[in-house]
Nanobody, 125 residues
């Protein structure tokens, strides 16, 4: 079965860090573009970053630039999102996405073929 499994979310204090993971099963991430989206309560999903498989170019939403880092390990078939200096406004459900095309502007990854089920990140003191 082809699927993405997101994990690593949780409760963290402002200024803290989390690393989200997204493991692909049933297919290979090799040659695929990857990205992360998040959904705020009661809002639509927004793209926050992507990574192009051709040259590893990375694109970020202004709200996370300098704090979040997307990376991938093809040998482990996994995409990561390192989140540092977290803020209460980062509280959301985070989903990885695979496939499609990267863009330097929002939503950064379009035409995705696969979506993770999401992992909740809550930033609160």
């Amino acid at each position: 079965q082809e699927q993405l499994v997101d994990s690593g979310g949780g409760l963290v204090q402002p200024g803290g860090s989390l690393r989200l993971s997204c493991v692909a099963t049933g297919f290979s991430l090799e040659g695929q573009n990857v990205g992360w989206y998040r959904r705020f309560p009661g809002k639509t999903r927004e793209g926050i970053c992507s990574m192009d498989s051709r040259d590893d170019s990375k694109y970020y939403h202004d709200s996370v630039k300098g704090r979040f880092t997307i990376s991938r390990d093809n040998a482990k078939n996994t995409v990561y999102l390192q989140m540092d200096n977290l803020k209460p406004e980062d509280t959301a459900d985070y989903h990885c996405a695979v496939g499609g095309f990267t863009r330097p502007t929002s939503p950064f990854l379009i035409g995705c073929d696969y979506w993770g089920q999401g992992t909740q990140v809550t930033v609160s003191s």
